[in-house]
């Protein structure tokens, strides 16, 4: 039975690309791909011929009819962005609801995307996330801003070079200047980085640098008790020791008055 397969693709290097991704290309009636130009690339340098459709944000609506047919009638089709996953703040979700709903094969293949590495690499507990993804550019911005700050887990957003010091700035208002961030960017590429800090000093460092590439943002959850964690331990010590103290000097105290008593004994 033929089905529809999301197929992962380089966030920058092309050492990422899977054996298993390359081969269900080269095997697939028809690629679809975020832009064409973008994934010719990809596709000549592993040396796949597979006929390739543009499917994207503006085309997307009118589109995933006519393919899910074509999945139906027997074509096995692969669906690839600009990189990344597909589906993850990319296209490839309503094809995938279509084909599901209509009872057709969806698989998807592990592989490269944004946020993991850069959420590992943070420093920030991450043990549980919150993935935001885009925000709203313009409506809607600050009310989602105020209610990712209420968030008790780390969350992570992706954001432009145009747009990174406006948002870390809306950051550090809504969660105020202190709260603790990472931001990394060109992930996987030459020029990877990764700054960690006050959301006030990412700010700071991106005004006076210029931002380049694709970032990613991860900022503490409101109820991160990272930096809280090193002053209770120090003072459950501290709670402990004098504890100790008083259960030696009660220890102490008994035994002088045993002592005591044995002696009154012994003049007896």
Same mark, same amino acid.
């Given at each position: ?20 991704? $390359? ?7 028809? $690629?679809?791909?975020? +832009?064409?130009? %973008? ?11 597979? /006929? ?24 096995? $089709? ?21 084909? &599901? ?8 293949? /592990? ?7 850069? &959420? &590992?690499?943070?420093?920030? /507990? ?27 887990? %780390? ?11 406006? %948002? ?9 200047? +202190? ?14 980085? %990764? ?39 120090? +003072? ?14 009660? &220890? ?17």
């Amino acid at each position: 039975m033929a089905k529809l397969s999301l197929v992962p693709t380089p966030v920058g290097n092309m050492e990422d690309m899977t054996m298993r991704a $390359i081969r269900l290309l080269k095997e697939a009636d028809l $690629i679809l791909a975020e +832009d064409t130009r %973008t994934s010719s690339h990809l596709l000549h340098h592993f040396d796949i011929h597979t /006929p390739m459709m543009s499917y994207h944000k503006f085309n997307e609506h009118k589109t995933i009819d006519a393919f899910a047919q074509r999945i139906l009638a027997g074509e096995n $089709i692969a669906l690839i962005t600009d990189a990344g996953t597909p589906g993850i703040s990319d296209p490839g979700f309503l094809l995938l609801r279509k084909c &599901v709903q209509m009872g057709i094969e969806v698989e998807c293949l /592990p592989g490269p995307t944004a946020l993991i590495p850069a &959420v &590992v690499v943070s420093a920030l /507990p991450n043990d549980r996330f919150f993935f935001e993804g885009f925000l709203p550019q313009k409506k809607g911005r600050q009310t989602r801003l105020k209610e990712l700050a209420e968030l008790p887990v %780390t969350f992570i957003l992706y954001e432009s070079p145009f747009r990174i010091v406006k %948002t870390l700035q809306q950051l550090a208002e809504v969660c105020g200047s +202190d709260r603790q961030a990472s931001v990394t960017r060109e992930i996987s590429k030459k020029f990877e980085e %990764t700054q960690r800090g006050s959301l006030r000093e990412l700010e700071s460092y991106f005004t006076e640098n210029q931002p380049r590439g694709e970032f990613v943002i991860c900022v503490a959850g409101k109820d991160d008790k990272s930096d809280k964690e090193d002053k209770f331990g120090q +003072d459950a010590s501290e709670e402990d020791f004098g504890k100790e103290e008083k259960r030696e000097k009660k &220890v102490k105290k008994n035994k002088y008055a045993r002592e005591d008593k044995y002696a009154r004994e012994d003049e007896d």
